[in-house]
Structure formats: structure tokens, C-alpha cells
């Protein structure tokens, strides 16, 4: 099962989540829109033995390897450790390495001790080493797959944690393979995987290029966890994204996306994939924080797990007038609806919070064959709240709602359907305290009810920023406990 080679456990068995420090902020975030991270404790180094590696490689001044152009990605062996010190390198490279469970290829950035800061990876003036042949260099900063290795060899097992790239963006310039000038495209990426499986991405910021993390359809098995992916996008532009990700198989999990650039209509969450499972993220701004649609590939659609899609523990923010007022999409959007998501979109223990003093719409069902089932959430608008757009069907059971929720906006254009199955309760305050932990006299709490079957079980909550700890008890609506 490909899910197995995935990142461990399968979904229905919780990992153990990955531990951060906190960032205690002073306001209820429900008015307050939160402040930059606090330095994350520990570095990726901390995960890694490096005696349990065949080869070391030190990246930084002092070291043989002064820049990551000096490292020989293009022969890298399996069981491999490159280790950037703190500083800024203006590098991009690609690896396309066939490793193994036992023996992975591992980037690590060593942050700075005293304040947590990352090795920064820009992509703007950047040099590639001479010595590798890759294609698709206007694509992004760091690229997984794709090179003169050849079809036979499938970049897998492959770490990257602990750095921060930036500056993969048109209008920035950068040194080729070739030793040419070159510049990259409207939509580059911090980050591209074209082409991997057993990917991990974690611990990174990815920010201030056209995509923050783009991954293409012959990924597999892609974890994102504990990133910070921010200010991403082009200016006018709705066609990148924080995140644009199409793979068979992909977890995130512990991840704060922040808003995009300053005029940036792309939004922040976009993916087309098959097994998809969003799980213990802050997700903040964006045209929309969700957008969930078709896949243009057989063998993603073919996978039984794109009819359903897992969406929990989440806290969604909706900054007042920003982008669309609809928070998730869900089933496609080019058209052709024969091969949309046409499944069910499993949305429960989310906490969702919109500042807009006009109206929001919880979910845009693309067609009458999408699906939501809606469970333990709280969903708070500060002015009108829908819960649909114009199709699909919606099941709602024991959520907190603002009081005086409707099916739709739509009027006589809304042919979807919304069904109370109990347990609901509204109010006009669910009673936040910091970071959207509950109240101990919030009404929102107690009220939970039992998930969908088949539905992944709510072990963890997001931890500000970009960790994880684990949840005692799932008998409160909402992503946090008190």
C-alpha cells in the first residue's frame, strides 16, 4: 500500500506529533490577527544521528563545501546527510537520488541556537553548479527529480527540513547549469518536487515566490509538516499559490500558511491529489484557505482515495475582505466536470473563523455530486454565515454555528441541500480564549459527536506556531482543547 510507504503510519494511526515552542500571544487571535512566529526550538540536526550515515557532508564557510553549489548532487549516494551552517547562500540545485527507508538522503539546515533563525536559501542572483543537467531550472530554488539520471532513477526518501527558501519569483535573475544568465518563471516555486516519492518537507519557511511548494502529478507519498509557507503569489495574479500540489498521497499536518503577498489573489492551500489528508494547520488569508479540486491524470483519479478527502483539526482564519468569501472549494474547477472530485469531503474538528462583517460561505461544492460531511466544528462569522454556495449536498452534525446560519446565499440559484443530523448548537460567541482554545464556559464545549465511519481519529491540535501536542479529549467542537 502506498499509503504505507507514505510517512509511517496510515492515517487511521496517528504519528506522534512533532514538538515546537509555543507563541502565546497576548490577544484573542479571534480579533487580532497573530503577529510574526516566535523562533521554532531545535534544529533537524537534533533528528539525525550522524553516525547512522554513510556519508557527511558539511556545508558552510570552513568547509571543504563553502556553498551548496559545492556539494556533488548529481552523485549523491543513499544513506547521505548535507548539513548547510547558518548563513544566506544564493544557490538553487536539484536531487534526484533513489534512496531508502534505511538509508535516505537527508538536507538539513543548522539553525542559529540563540534565536532559531534558518539557513536562508535565495533564489534571487542565485549560481547552480556546473555539474548538473537538469531541466525546468525556471521552476523553482530546489527541485526534486527530474534530471540526466535518467526515467530508471525516482528520486524517494528524500529530507529536506530546517531551511528557508525564498525568492523563486519572475523578476529575479539567477546563473544556470550552463553558466548563462536566466530568469524564472511567473510560476516558480520556493520548492518543486516534479517528480519523487517518500518526500518530506518539513521544518522549512517557504516564502516570497510564485508558489511557495509545487508539486506535479508523479509525486508520491508527500509529507508537508511544521513549514511556514507565506507571502507567496504574483501581484494580480490568481494563479499561484502558497501551496499548488497534485500527488498520489499527501499529508499535511502542523503547517502555518500565512497570508500571501500584498495583492496576491492565488490562494493558499490549492492541491488536485488523490489520498489527501489536511490535518493540524493554521491556514490564514488567501483568495481562498482551501481549494480542493480535479486532478487531470488517470492514475490519481483511478485511486479510490480521491472520491474522499480528510480535512481536521484545522483553525481556518478569514481575514475581514480578503479574497473570496467562501473558505473551502471543493470538487474542481476547469470545467469538465465528469472528472471532478464527485466524492466526499470529510470536514470535522475544524475551528473556522471569519472577520468579515459581510457574508461568508463555509463550502462551494462544484457540482450536485460533491459531498460534505460537516461534524464537530466551530465556525464562527463575525457577520453573515452560509453554509453552502449554489450546489452539493452538506450533512451537519453537533457544530457550533453562528446563530441564524443559512443553507445559501444563492436564493432561487441554490439547488444543493443542507441537512440538520443533529447536535448543532448556535450562539453568537463561541468564547475564544488564546489561540482559539476554548472558554472553560464556552458553549462549544461537550458537544461533540461521533465521526463519519472510516474517518481518521482527532489525536493531535495544532500548536502555534508549527508544532503539534498531542489531544486528550475530542468531546469539544473545534480544533483545540481548553
Not at 509538516?225 to 499536518?253: C, M, Q, R
Not at 441541500?417 to 448543532?424: K, Q, R, Y
Request: hydrophobic letters at 35%.
Amino acid at each position: 500500500m502506498w499509503w504505507l510507504i507514505a510517512c509511517g503510519p496510515a492515517p487511521h494511526d496517528e504519528p506522534s506529533p512533532p514538538t515546537s515552542a509555543t507563541d502565546p500571544m497576548s490577544a484573542p487571535p479571534s480579533t487580532t490577527t497573530p503577529p510574526p512566529p516566535a523562533p521554532v526550538s531545535g534544529c533537524a540536526v537534533d533528528r539525525w544521528d550522524p553516525a547512522t550515515f554513510s556519508t557527511v557532508i558539511d556545508v558552510g564557510p570552513g568547509y571543504a563545501a563553502s556553498t551548496p553549489s559545492d556539494v556533488p548532487w548529481e552523485s549523491l549516494t543513499p544513506s547521505t546527510l548535507v548539513r548547510i551552517q547558518p548563513g544566506e547562500y544564493h544557490d538553487k540545485w536539484a536531487i534526484d537520488v533513489a534512496g531508502t527507508e534505511a538509508d535516505p538522503i537527508v538536507v538539513i539546515g543548522i539553525c542559529v541556537p540563540a534565536t532559531g533563525a534558518l539557513p536562508v536559501i535565495d533564489g534571487a542572483d542565485a549560481i547552480t553548479r556546473l555539474e548538473l543537467d537538469f531541466w525546468s531550472e525556471t521552476r523553482g530554488v530546489l527541485k526534486i527529480g527530474g534530471t540526466s539520471t535518467g526515467s530508471a532513477v525516482v528520486p524517494s526518501w528524500i529530507f529536506v527540513e530546517d531551511l528557508e527558501f525564498r525568492g523563486g519569483r519572475a523578476g529575479n535573475s539567477f546563473v544556470d547549469e550552463s553558466g548563462a544568465d536566466d530568469a524564472y518563471d511567473d510560476n516558480a516555486a520556493a520548492i518543486f518536487v516534479e517528480e519523487g516519492q517518500n518526500v518530506t518537507i518539513r521544518g522549512c519557511t517557504l516564502a516570497d515566490s510564485g508558489n511557495g511548494l509545487f508539486a506535479a502529478h508523479e509525486t508520491r507519498a508527500l509529507l508537508v509538516s511544521s513549514n511556514h509557507i507565506f507571502g507567496n503569489g504574483n501581484v494580480d495574479s490568481a494563479y499561484e499559490h502558497n501551496n499548488y500540489t497534485e500527488a498520489l498521497g499527501i499529508v499535511f499536518e502542523y503547517n502555518r500558511f500565512g497570508p500571501l503577498c500584498d495583492g496576491c489573489s492565488g490562494n493558499n492551500l490549492k492541491d488536485r491529489s488523490a489520498g489527501l489528508v489536511v490535518r493540524y494547520n493554521w491556514i490564514e488569508g488567501g483568495n481562498r484557505q482551501l481549494d480542493l479540486v480535479e486532478s487531470d491524470f488517470d492514475d490519481i483519479r483511478d485511486d479510490p482515495s480521491y472520491r474522499e478527502t480528510f480535512v481536521y483539526g484545522n483553525i481556518l482564519v478569514e481575514p475581514d475582505g480578503d479574497g473570496n468569501s467562501q473558505i473551502a472549494h471543493y470538487g474542481g474547477d476547469n470545467g469538465d466536470e465528469s472528472i471532478y472530485r464527485q466524492g466526499t469531503l470529510f470536514f470535522y474538528h475544524n475551528t473556522v473563523v471569519s472577520e468579515r462583517v459581510g457574508n461568508t460561505t463555509l463550502f462551494r461544492l462544484s457540482t450536485s455530486a460533491e459531498l460534505a460531511d460537516v461534524r464537530n466544528n466551530i465556525v464562527y462569522a463575525a457577520g453573515n454565515l452560509a453554509v453552502l454556495d449554489a450546489e452539493g449536498s452538506a450533512s451537519l452534525a453537533t457544530n457550533w454555528l453562528t446563530a441564524g446560519w443559512a443553507d445559501s446565499f444563492q436564493g432561487a440559484a441554490f439547488t444543493g441541500s443542507v441537512t440538520e443530523a443533529g447536535g448543532n448548537v448556535e450562539g453568537e460567541d463561541p468564547m475564544f480564549s488564546v489561540d482559539y482554545a476554548l472558554d472553560p464556559a464556552s458553549p462549544a464545549r461537550g458537544i461533540a459527536g461521533p465521526l463519519a465511519d472510516g474517518a481518521p481519529p482527532v489525536a493531535s491540535q495544532y500548536l502555534v506556531h508549527q508544532g503539534g501536542a498531542a489531544r486528550t479529549s475530542t468531546a469539544d467542537a473545534g480544533a483545540v482543547e481548553p
